[in-house]
């Protein structure tokens, strides 16, 4: 500081002593000459000046440094490491190149630093960009899955297709209080599409299975000529196409097509006597919506149309049945309000109401079923540095019916997806479900079932993955006195061939007990398969 405040007034002592203001001491070359500075400081000193280096001599004052850059005697970064860069940008050094590679060239824009390129085993040619009679191009991206699915390019969509073809044994596949064995297959075909454009979107994803037996199963009863063997053969398929219009930058429009099929699950109350097979049901629609953000707000908001409808159930005896009593149409609407408070947190506040009207206006038990009714529920969605991603909420469902004989449908809502890597080989996830059912079981309500699910994936190999699972759940039929509790226990091996050829390995072990006496059952499921993907 006293040396800028000297510098600044010398100019002023300068032009003073020029023009005669000051007498007591004349200003002279001699006070600023390099070798009086040199005479106070050693020899081998870096401060040490000498005439040479200020531009003059001992006779002839160096040029004035007013203006110019000060040069102290430090060069730059005299005091970086041996290894990567300096303060100027310079190399260091260059790093030891492994056993057998050429010394590469000087690049003169370098991704990494030298020293961490130096720990890195060596890229291929082809992956870098640098094959021998070709143009430079840039470096492709590390695969962060070698053994996923490349898929193909239709136009603008990306495709991936898989075939997963399995067989074992189902130690009680009806679910049963007196278990009966058989083998099973189960072909379970998946299609994804996803559009790669630079604004909207369009996804379709639709997964599917048909579960078969190699056996029948004798009725229920004496077993005569005139009644037909059970088939339990199941098809399960699950698919949606979602869609996003990008109005403007902070605007929306999204739409939502659905549909699911699949039959009753095997040991449920719904299911009647002396069928001959499950009758299948379908349940599609979709929902049309749009989202709305201000600056860290964003409003959500939708409306729903479903419908579900059931097939004659066929009897042993060679009749059927109808179940339109089961169809039924569901209108409603859902919003949503969440703000992203922090990086990685964003809490948010949904609410939805519906309304379902039956195709007859009775049940077969004499029972009004057409509901009305929502749910609310808080939580928030999760992305700490990519190691704990996903959502939870928490809130309350409930429905009330048209009959006064049945009681409201409430409970304790719980939805969740979250998934925590742990490690790198190891990653944990938690899945949690609330839905409200329609049954036919009379006097309940309904059915508030709550899954809970736990799983656990390990990478011994990149090639090789095991993965534990384990499942519990509550079945609340409201009104009625069954209440049933699942649970579900399995282990995984997946051996990866490579991206296309996938060995698989499944040992699960499922239990329903029931309130009910005679209700309650259990069964051994050992499948082995492969997968097929692209």
């Known amino acids: 500081m006293r040396a800028r405040r000297f510098r600044a007034a010398l100019p002023c002592l300068v032009l003073l002593a020029l023009s005669g203001g000051v007498q007591a001491q004349t200003v002279t070359a001699d006070l600023f000459s390099p070798t009086r500075a040199s005479m106070a400081r ?16 001992p006779g002839n004052p160096a040029p004035s440094r007013i203006g110019r850059t000060p040069n102290y005697g430090v060069p ?39 020293a ?44 991936k297709s898989a075939l997963e073809l399995s067989g074992g044994h189902d130690t009680n596949p009806r679910r049963t209080a007196v278990a009966r064995g058989s083998a099973l297959y189960v072909v379970a075909p998946e299609f994804l599409a996803v559009s ?47 869609g996003r219009l990008d109005v403007t930058r902070d605007s929306r429009l999204t739409a939502q097509a659905r549909l699911r099929v699949a039959t009753d699950n095997p040991g449920s109350p719904n299911i009647q006597a ?34 579900t409808d059931y097939s004659h159930s066929k009897l042993t005896d060679g009749s059927s049945t109808s179940n339109d009593d089961r169809n039924f149409n569901q209108f409603g609407g859902v919003g949503r309000v969440s703000y992203d408070w922090m990086p990685g947190l964003k809490p948010f506040v949904e609410v939805q109401g519906d309304s379902r009207v039956h195709d007859l206006k009775l049940d077969r038990n004499g029972f009004a079923r057409d509901s009305t009714g929502g749910y609310l529920k808080g939580g928030s969605s999760f992305e ?11 809130g309350y469902a409930a429905r009330d019916y048209l009959d006064t004989r049945l009681n409201r449908l409430s409970g304790l809502l719980v939805s969740s997806s979250l998934t925590w890597t742990a490690t790198p080989l190891t990653t944990a996830k938690f899945y949690s479900d609330t839905t409200i059912a329609e049954t036919t079981l ?3 309500s309904g059915v508030l079932t709550r899954v809970y699910t736990i799983e656990v994936d390990h990478d011994f190999r990149r090639w090789l993955t095991a993965i534990g699972k384990f499942t519990w759940g509550t079945l609340d039929y409201q009104g ?17 061939m490579n991206r296309n050829v996938w060995l698989k390995g499944t040992l699960r072990r499922n239990w329903l007990e029931s309130s009910l006496p005679g209700n309650s059952t259990a069964s051994t499921v050992v499948l082995l398969g492969v997968r097929l993907q692209h």
């Open 196 to 242: 790669d454009w630079e604004r909207h979107a369009l996804v379709a994803d639709l997964r599917g299975s048909f579960t078969g037996y190699g056996s029948t199963f004798p009725p229920p009863g004496d077993g005569t000529v005139s009644s037909a063997p059970v088939v339990i053969d199941r098809p399960d398929f699950i698919g949606h196409v979602d």
């Open 42 to 57: 050693p020899p081998d000193s870096p401060l040490r000046r000498t005439a040479a280096d200020a531009g003059g001599s």
């Open 384 to 394: 700490f540095t990519r190691l704990l991603t996903g959502e939870i909420g928490i």
């Open 480 to 496: 009625s006195n069954r209440s049933d509790r699942i649970y579900a226990l399995s282990g995984e091996a997946v051996y990866k």
């Open 76 to 114: 730059a970064a005299s005091g970086a490491s041996g290894t990567g860069f300096d303060s100027l940008n310079r190399k260091r050094r260059k790093p030891n190149p492994y056993p057998g590679q050429a010394r590469a060239k000087p690049s003169p824009r370098p991704s990494v630093p030298s």
């Open 116 to 159: 961490l390129a130096a720990n890195r085993p060596p890229i291929p040619a082809a992956m870098a960009g640098t094959v021998a009679g070709q143009p430079p191009r840039k470096r492709l991206k590390v695969d962060s899955d070698p053994f996923g699915a490349v898929g193909d390019y239709a136009g603008s969509f990306l495709i």
């Open 442 to 444: 009379p006097g309940a």
């Open 274 to 307: 002396g069928l001959a097979s499950y009758p299948v049901f379908a349940a599609y629609g979709g929902t049309l919506g749009a989202d709305q953000s201000f600056n860290r707000l964003q409003v959500s908001a939708g409306l729903t149309l479903d419908r």
